[in-house]
């Protein structure tokens, strides 16, 4: 994650097996961030049998309400260590 200002950072992770040169995923997304919204959207690269698949997600966070996606914040957990997905 890198911080641009301090209401937008971009993030971005890639799990790459070296020795084959093959790539199982790699994230990127850019995240703005206000006193009572936050928006996130995410590219989400997966590898698939002979290719792979290519998701983009948006996510609108009302803070104290919810959220319109919150599985996205999940599948970036994961795909990128170290990163908290929780917007302050």
């Known amino acids: 994650s890198y911080p641009i200002t301090r209401s937008i950072h971009i993030f971005g992770g ?22 009572c919204w936050a ?4 590219h989400i690269k997966t590898a698939a049998a ?9 996510e609108l966070i009302l803070k104290g309400l919810g959220s319109t996606s919150p599985s996205l ?3 970036i957990e994961t795909n990128i260590p170290g990163y908290n997905s929780k917007l302050n």
């Open 14 to 35: 890639r799990d790459k097996v070296t020795s084959t040169n093959t790539t199982n995923t790699e994230t990127s997304g850019i995240a703005y961030e206000s006193c």
């Open 39 to 42: 928006i996130r959207v995410a």
């Open 50 to 58: 002979n290719d792979y698949d290519y998701s983009t997600s948006a």
């Open 73 to 75: 914040d999940e599948k």
